[in-house]
């Protein structure tokens, strides 16, 4: 992994881009109105460094994003600087959607990086996305209303049973105005740390399927039970959850705890939710967490952007300057230089020191992050949401839509 990490850098002797000549790039990423704020600023101090270079920026809200990436790329009009999830490089890259880095002056300081983080965007041995942040999963949840239900709270080694147990305390403490916790049935993300508790995996080194319609099955009943019994969020609230901070039952005050990363505490984000909260590890029935240290996200360039070497600027900037990293603190996770984060680390507050202190104490509990998934992933994730959803409506037995749901999967990955 140390032969991609010196290659990403030292690579290329075409400079490609300008000459610097007046340039003008286009970045777009996922993302809330909190992370906008601060994205804008650092970018501010770019184009104060590089002023022959300005930056235009858009985002949008993680589901639509990659709706209107994949229009844009369809009509050629592929941004140049592209915020990228792990679930779809190894997708991107085999469309030559991506621009390997280290080619045409595409060149990035990746020496502060963990090798662990960079497999996340290499494909075939070639450096396509690097990280922007580390993170890992979490449980969060409002300690006050928990407490009023007398619900026990997380700790070392609970239960799956331990969750539903103080789930139904908070439900019927309020007489189910407020859920214990938002559903998980749908989101394949809590469904992949739930399968590594087992031995398992998403996909297979290979790119196959790492699991059975009955792990499916299984999965789904656990989910089903809780929002039958009235401990979790029920189907109409569910249905809404589309990866925004907006749409999320807890910040709705529908619930009063669920699964998400520790990227997501930001700055504002108690502010956002309306009450402090806390985080803790998933529950597990296992001793092993299956948690794992990934990257947030990660950052690419277009393969067909004419302006590679000030795009690879950008993103130097963004990952490796101390200033800029002071400025983006920890909005999209843990920053990745190792640098900048011991620095940022030391001066947290608020939401952000906690997600710092929450992983830094698991952090020898995790496991490396899986290669990227195989072309067809970011479907098959869809697809995992969209069946789940005949199950909280009602419309089909589990059994059923777990069979559907993997063969849909199968023909996913086949395309």
Known sequence: MTLVASTAVACGDDDGGSDGGPVTLRFTWWGNADRAELT?????LFEARYTNIKVETSFSEFNAYFQKLATDIAGGGAPDVLQM??????EYADRNVLREFGTAGAKVDNSKFAPSLLKGGTVGGKLYSVPMGQNTQTFTYDPAAWQAAGAAPPKDGW????????????????????RGVVDFGPIEDWFEVWLR???KSLYTDDGKIGYTSGDVQKYWELADKLRKSGA???ADVT?????????DPVTQKTASSGFGYDSGLTPKTWEIMGREMKISPFPSDSSNLGQYAKPSMLISIAAKSEHPKEAAQLIDFLLNDAEAGKVLGTSRGM???SDIRASVGSGLTGPPKVAFEFETAVLPKLKDAPPPPPKG?????????RVYEDVMFQRSAIPAAADKFMNEAKQALAG
């Open 159 to 178: 239960t799956w049973a331990d969750l539903e147990a103080s789930a139904t305390k908070v439900s019927q403490t309020t007489a189910n105005k407020v």
């Open 85 to 90: 999830d792990y679930r779809y490089v190894r």
């Open 232 to 234: 979790a969020t029920q």
């Open 239 to 247: 249905s809404k959850l589309d990866g925004s901070q907006a749409n």
């Open 377 to 385: 992933a970011g479907a098959v994730k869809q697809a995992f949401q």
């Open 40 to 44: 804008e600023k650092a970018i501010d």
């Open 197 to 199: 508790q087992q031995g």
């Open 335 to 337: 920053p990745v230089n």
